[in-house]
């Protein structure tokens, strides 16, 4: 029996293997993987992964911390990245927020540098978009 979102992961899946070119920069696994290698030529390939810390934010919230938030997301990506016999070497991250909030944001990105420094990684960019909802409409 399927459900809804095995239907559309199946959906996802056909989509976007017409993206999959056949030579240079195509991947090298089968989707089904929480990474892919990805073929750079001369038999070498570049690992990419993007994973979040999802149901974890409601769990910071409920507590009032967010300091090790950042440390569980670098963790996940790095796993990813290993289980697919890759060396991590750097990542970039995404904070999506309700509203900026300086001292959340901080706590944050101690934990993303803890969890940098733990993984052995560096931490090369990122983004922090801020929205809010009024009346069901996205203000950005």
């Known amino acids: 029996m399927f459900f809804e979102a095995d239907l559309g992961i199946q959906s996802i899946t056909k989509r976007i293997k017409q993206t999959w070119p056949r030579g240079y920069g195509r991947p ?30 409601i769990i910071a919230s409920l507590m009032g911390t967010y300091n090790t938030i950042g440390i569980d997301c670098v963790a996940m990506n790095v796993n990813d990245l290993i289980c697919v016999g890759a060396t991590p070497i750097s990542m970039v991250d995404y904070i999506g927020v309700e509203k900026a909030d300086s001292l959340i944001l901080d706590e944050i990105a101690q934990g993303l540098v803890t969890g940098a420094f733990l993984s052995d990684i560096s931490i090369t960019g990122g983004e922090v978009p801020s929205y809010r909802i009024t009346f069901g409409v996205l203000i950005s």
């Open 28 to 57: 090298i696994m089968d989707i089904g993987y929480f990474a892919n290698i990805i073929d750079i030529g001369d038999g070498r390939g570049l690992a990419s992964t993007t994973d979040g810390v999802g149901s974890k934010t």
